[in-house]
């Protein structure tokens, strides 16, 4: 699905990511983890294109990505950010539908298809004519979701998405996406610096440090098996019970 | 029964002819006048003369200066007006060598303009002192002041402006031997009460100045002939002889017609008594040349009845340089902004050229764009387009570049193009600081456009152009007070356009 071939980037003189060579199989979720400035969301907007990596390649369902077939690509990747990024001039429901409607779809798809994803993300009805500003940060996020699906992308990528939110919303959120990924059997690649999230969603966990791949595995692995002390010291600054010493 | 045919074809004939001739219009012939009383009055008087020659006169009154109504001459958008030679010498023919009258005619003979020959009087600068004292003193001319032995006890008081050039105070002192004396500026107007109350004794004058007349000033006399001459003189396009002859000759009736206490009657009569100055004009051609003129009436009614009518084209004159000269930078400006947030350096550029043209001043643009625009409309709707820019392209940009980053990139991640970023996402967001850009744009707008009365545009400026020149205040207010209104109106009318076309959604503050 997701194929980065020695992806290098630098900013002046700060190597942000060292040369990179991953792939994400259908239907997987995975999980960047690391602490600020590890590369992760580095890694995330080089797989949707916000940056061109210094060298490597990126290869989206077997094309390589390139200015001529992005949007293309973009349409058919679903991206979600903190706190939705929803555009406030819009309301929640012309969000939604924004690029379907620029595609050409017919307002009465655009409508079916939100009606459905309303249900899907459990999303109360009432939200959809207001203004983003009206809203709560979990309904945000959620319509977020909505707008990365609206087109039924089979690659999903979300840069920290419940940062914004408080712990119960965050819970409430958490097992809702999950359901819809596993339901609509999406490879997902997810970026947080929660542990627990991470084991919560990811089947396996990449954790970064330095622009580089410490150690990849499912959280368990990591936990049992820490490959060095930086993972350790990770782990510890989570505080996981039984973790924290 | 041939000599029947012979004569009904001749009738034929005349009557063609004479229909030939009447379906000949009159010609227009436009005189100019410059923003102050003497040249309005002038401009009146060959007003007149030109309707009387069987023309059809336009008097674009009170236009900003000598070199807008050069300008003008020579475009065409005026036919003739009233000049005075020391003016000619220094601002028109400025850098060549002219010595005396035929020269500077024959200089402009060249470019196609007839000058008269004087039409009488020589406005220039002069000394003034009370009629009363210069009596009791014996001084005639300005040797008899040097030489006066009260002349200690004399306060002199000068206008800035006299004190200031070069041909004023410095030179004249130097010439006559003008010990040092107590020299300090006032305001012209001013220097006349002054002369009245006693606080001073001797002033400058202009030689045709109302006031001579008011406050019984005796002109010193410039025996040494150091002012220089502004002889009046009418300056008149060449063709004109050609396109209306019997117009061209008709103004050479006024030559050697207006001396000096003529004009300063003339000017007194506008000025102190206050009467209409077409007026003046038809009672001094009906005195001097026996010419019958008509005049609109004169009533109280007629009067209200021309001051409502002349605010509702004021009105319209100055929403017409106002309107299309915003529609025309909204047109240019918002896609200028765009462009410099697009492209961030060509947008430094961009900026900095906009921000320059702000610079600009207004006499100056008007000026350049009178012998491509001529008068009228066109060049003030061009300054203030001009000055409309920089607050549009500057808004446009800062609007779309303070879009939160996340914004931007939640459009790009979408998968839109760049031109339907800028359509869907981008302007609507940028477009309350857009909106506020044109709105700020307006307003300056309403009350930058009162130099098109400079330029013969009319609008909101020409009554307070004419109340400063007849130091008339309600005239004055006649201007200032709608265009304030008009400014206000137009805020307000921003205000309701924000509803219609601002997104809803960004009118709510965020959680």
Known sequence: MLELDQVTKSFGSTTVLHPTTLSFAEGTTTVLIGPSGCGKSTLLRIMIGLIQPDAGTVRFQGEVFSPANQLAMRHRIGYVIQDGGLFPHLSASDNVGLLARHLGRDAEWVRRRIDELTELVRLPREALSRFPAQLSGGQR???????ALMLDPPLVLLDEPMGALDPLVRYDLQNDLRDIFRTLKKTVVLVTHDMGEAGFFGDEVLLLGGGKIVQRGTLRSLLESPADDFVTRFIQAQR?????S | MRYRTVLSIMVVLCGFSESLCRSEERPVVRVGSKAFTESVVLGEIIEHLISDAGGKPEHLAELGGTQICWKALLAGDIDCYVEYTGT?????????????????RDALTLRKVVMSRHMGFNNTYALGMPEDLAEKWKIRTISDLAACPELPRLKMRFSDEFLERADGWRGLRKEYGFPEVAERGIDHSLAYRGLQTGSHQVTDVFTTDAEIRLYHIRVLEDDRGYFPLYHAVMLTRSDLSERAPKVAESLLRLEHQVDNATMIDLNAKAKLDRID???????????????????AGDGRAARLQRTVYRMLDNLRQHLL?????LAAAIIVA?????IAYCRPRLGNVILNTVGIVQTLPAMAVLVFTIPILGLGALPAIFALFLYSLLPIVRNTYTGLSNIPENLKESAIVL???SSARLRLIELPLASISILAGIRTAAVINVGTATIGALVGAGGFGQPILTGIRLDDFSLILQGAIP?????????AAFGLAEHWLVPAGLRFKAN
């Open chain 1, 141 to 147: 996020q959620r319509l977020g979701i909505m707008r």
């Open chain 1, 240 to 244: 996981l019970p039984g973790h924290d």
């Open chain 2, 415 to 417: 998968g839109l193009s």
């Open chain 2, 277 to 295: 100055e077409s007026r003046i004009a038809a009672e001094f051609l009906r005195d001097r040349l026996s010419l019958n003129v008509t005049l």
């Open chain 2, 334 to 338: 918002v896609p200028l902004g765009v």
């Open chain 2, 321 to 325: 340089l106002v309107v299309i000269s």
């Open chain 2, 483 to 491: 265009a304030a209104l008009l400014a206000v109106g137009v805020q």
């Open chain 2, 88 to 104: 000619i010498q220094q601002e028109i023919l400025t850098g060549e060598s002219i010595r005396g009258d035929e020269s500077m």
